[in-house]
Nanobody, 123 residues
């Protein structure tokens, strides 16, 4: 059984930083697509950052240069380091994983989801 458990959310002022963690069990983080998604009230869920099985990463334009996604394969844990946070980054952040290796990691490949961790950025 796969479990993804996020932590690290909180409330910060604009310009601040947070680092989210996602502890994975039942899936090998180094072998599948893993990503961070977020959903603000009244808005659709959107992709924030993705790591691919072969090591590449991708980011939404809105977070490029401010957020960094990484994995610790030994700990089977995914991270999202968020710097220069803006009020528009306020959302519930979710960790997700696919159930197989994929070259393109499309949204529909993300089968497993965590419960989410809230990030609130005040101006």
């Amino acid at each position: 059984q796969v479990h993804l458990v996020e932590s690290g959310g909180g409330s910060v002022q604009a310009g601040g930083s947070l680092k989210l963690s996602c502890a994975a069990s039942g899936v090998t983080a180094s072998r599948v697509c893993m990503g961070w998604f977020r959903q603000a009230p009244g808005k659709d869920r959107e992709g924030v950052a993705t790591t691919y099985p072969y090591g590449a990463t991708s980011y939404a334009d809105s977070v490029k240069g401010r957020f960094t996604i990484s994995k610790d394969n030994a700990k089977n844990t995914l991270y999202l380091e968020m710097n220069s946070l803006k009020p528009e980054d306020t959302a519930m952040y979710y960790c997700a994983a696919s159930n197989h290796a994929s070259l393109s990691c499309p949204y529909l490949d993300f089968t497993y989801w965590g419960q989410g961790t809230q990030v609130t950025v005040s101006s």
